[in-house]
Structure formats: structure tokens, C-alpha cells
């Protein structure tokens, strides 16, 4: 596999380990990694040590991982904020 092919797939793992909506866990498929992984693949601090080694830089690594967390959490937050709000009560129902 290229390792543009490879940047993709790893970036494309960590994106997937930090989704907005409801699905299923299982264990990291790293042998000997103790973290959970969505889908039981392989997770966030996995696909990140693969980026890494893609792009030979642990800090940039660290920094895409860390952004994507980041946006997760912002998009939670803000699917938190939209039930709150509780759109269709305040606007009425159709
Ligand atoms: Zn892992």
C-alpha cells in the first residue's frame, strides 16, 4: 500500500473513533493496546502511532488526533445545546 494510501486509512481510523452518534465498542484489535475501539478495529492511539510512523512525526500525529477529539467534543456540545433548546416545542410541532 502507498503511504498516501496509508495517510488516508489512518486518517480515516481516527476520524471513525470519534463519531457523533450512537454505535457499537469492542476492544482495540492491536494485540496487547487495552483501550476500546468503535467497531472493535483499532483506536483513536493506534491509528495515531500509525500516522506517525506514515509521516515519521509524533507531534503532528499527536496534534491531528488531538484536533479531531477536539471537534468531536465541539459537535457533541453542540447536539447537547440543539436538545436543549428543544426546537420543536418552542416553534411547534409540523
Ligand atoms: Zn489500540
Given at each position: 500500500m502507498s503511504r498516501e494510501k496509508q495517510f488516508h486509512e489512518a486518517l480515516y481510523g481516527l476520524r471513525y473513533n470519534y463519531p457523533n452518534s450512537v454505535t457499537t465498542w469492542g476492544h482495540c484489535?492491536?494485540?496487547?493496546?487495552?483501550n476500546g475501539a468503535r467497531g472493535s478495529g483499532k483506536c483513536g492511539t493506534c491509528f495515531e502511532n500509525e500516522m506517525a510512523e506514515i509521516i515519521g512525526d509524533e507531534v503532528t500525529a499527536m496534534n491531528i488526533h488531538e484536533a479531531i477529539k477536539d471537534q468531536s467534543r465541539a459537535i457533541a456540545e453542540a447536539l447537547e445545546l440543539a436538545e436543549e433548546l428543544d426546537f420543536e416545542q418552542s416553534e411547534g410541532v409540523g
Open positions: 484489535c492491536t494485540e496487547g493496546c487495552p
